[in-house]
């Protein structure tokens, strides 16, 4: 017991050195003001496990950002300078919590070798997946539905109808999200099955690192022995001959056994700069499904589904339109921003509405908005409701006639930077009364008037683009 005792008080002194490293590293690299608001609240924690780091956040939503944004970093990190590392714990303490009652969200690091007493193979078997990537939380349409039952058919036991899998798409597209669905559900399927994911990168270094240590044969031996294979962001291999050869061999003997690869890259096959011809035509011969970017109504439909997962938060439907609509790029910053919105509001005790995400996330929202004038406005809401833009602008009251100038002015306040005189000026020398009047009168009619939602919606998302 002394000595275990003796080892695990080493173990401690040895990682909170590398952590003291690690944070220094982390302030220079995310900047002052990510550090000071995310990682700077990060501690450590002592712990016995002479294998495990444990490091502690104040609360669950910056438990998950961290761990999203920075867990495997960190994995990566400590096993560097503390070899004798496996994995890295973040927890969830509030100030008055006692430790045996933490929440904790585990990161396992994929060594390359253990530590000599330990078989290298059974530590990637068990790649710790992502609770939160599910088939279930899979938002599905016609953009992502090909690669969506592609990957639900590679995740069926018995043989696999085909393999390897590659799913191609830009970033935050939801490629990981369906490689960890495919590793969970294959896992639930087939308890036994030996299953290894990892991003290209890390298969880079992990056979670096067994060619310095003379070792490749472990190496080779574990990733053969898989039965569902998973690489992530092909891509960074481009240009790497020794790793293009290495992986060369292995997906053959992998494909040879009758064993499933799922590989995943920004790009189609063909256009696959840098990788070689032969490691392209393999990927060819498989099933090949692209993930298209998310239209505004599915960027809708993921915040929704989303929000049931929290069940105690209440964000109103103009916030989920305003994320949806300027938030294009891609899947993962729409969610980044409303976990922040979220956590924003609970730490602050703050109700969400237009003005607090303006706040919170104008800069993001100012970064990414599609610069939409007035002009282009009228035009559009004219065209909708077959009008001559110049009624728009005239003394005509006629419903026909007010109801379409209420949108466009509405729709005016909402997608311009103008102040309300300068859009009541464009709509014919009103005053800005009037152009209040209209888009609190809009705002009504969205929650009670269908046909003028409707109107909004579509005219939203072509002016938006």
Do not use: C
Request: proline share 4%.
């Amino acid at each position: 017991m002394a000595g275990a005792r003796a080892v695990g008080v080493t173990n401690i002194s040895e990682v909170g050195r590398a952590w003291a490293r690690i944070r220094n590293g982390l302030r220079d690299s995310a900047g002052g003001r990510l550090f000071d608001q995310w990682l700077k609240p990060m501690t450590l924690i002592e712990t016995d496990e002479a294998d495990t780091v444990r490091l502690a956040l104040p609360s669950a939503f910056m438990t998950n950002w961290v761990r999203n944004n920075y867990g495997e970093r960190l994995g990566h990190e400590f096993r560097a300078l503390v070899p004798g590392v496996l994995h890295v714990v973040i927890e969830t303490v509030s100030a008055a919590a006692s430790l045996p009652s933490v929440k904790a969200e585990v990161v396992s690091i994929e060594p390359s070798r253990a530590a000599a007493s330990t078989p290298a193979a059974p530590l990637a078997a068990r790649p710790a997946f992502d609770p939160r990537f599910t088939f279930d939380r899979f938002v599905v349409d016609a953009s992502n539905r090909v690669a969506a039952n592609a990957a639900r058919a590679l995740a069926e036991p018995g043989t696999p109808r085909f393999t390897p899998l590659f799913l191609y798409g830009g970033t935050g597209m939801g490629k990981t999200h369906l490689m960890h669905a495919i590793g969970a559900a294959y896992l639930a399927a087939v308890p036994d099955a030996t299953v290894i994911m990892m991003s290209a990168e890390r298969f880079m270094f992990e056979f670096v690192q067994a060619m310095r240590a003379r070792d490749t044969f472990s190496f080779k031996a574990r990733l053969r022995s898989a039965d569902l294979l998973m690489i992530d962001d092909l891509h960074f291999i481009a240009g790497k001959d020794a790793t293009q050869e290495e992986f060369f061999y292995t997906i053959n003997e992998v494909m040879a056994a009758g064993k499933r690869i799922v590989v995943t890259a920004d790009r189609a096959p063909q256009n696959l700069d840098g990788v070689e011809a032969r490691i392209v035509s393999r990927f060819a011969s498989g099933f090949v499904a692209d993930i298209k970017p998310a239209d505004l109504t599915l960027r809708r439909a993921i915040l929704d589904r989303k929000l049931v997962d929290l069940p105690d938060v209440q964000v109103p439907d103009d916030v989920l339109e305003l994320l949806a609509a300027r938030l294009s790029n891609n899947i993962r910053e729409l969610e980044g921003a409303l976990n922040r919105l979220v956590a924003y509001a609970q730490l602050t005790d703050v109700a969400i509405d237009l003005d607090f995400a303006h706040a919170t996330l104008g800069e993001l929202l100012r970064g990414v908005q599609k610069r939409v004038t007035i002009d282009e406005i009228q035009r559009a809401v004219s065209a909708y409701f077959d009008l001559k833009p110049i009624e728009l602008i005239s003394a005509r009251r006629a419903r026909v006639v007010a109801r379409p100038r209420q949108i466009a002015m509405y729709l005016a306040k909402r997608l311009t930077t103008r102040s309300l005189p300068e859009i009541g000026r464009k709509f014919g020398g009103r005053d800005h009364s009037t152009v209040i009047h209209a888009v609190r009168r809009i705002e009504q009619l969205r929650d009670s008037d269908g046909d003028v939602d409707t109107a909004v919606r579509r005219l939203l998302r072509d002016l938006e683009g």
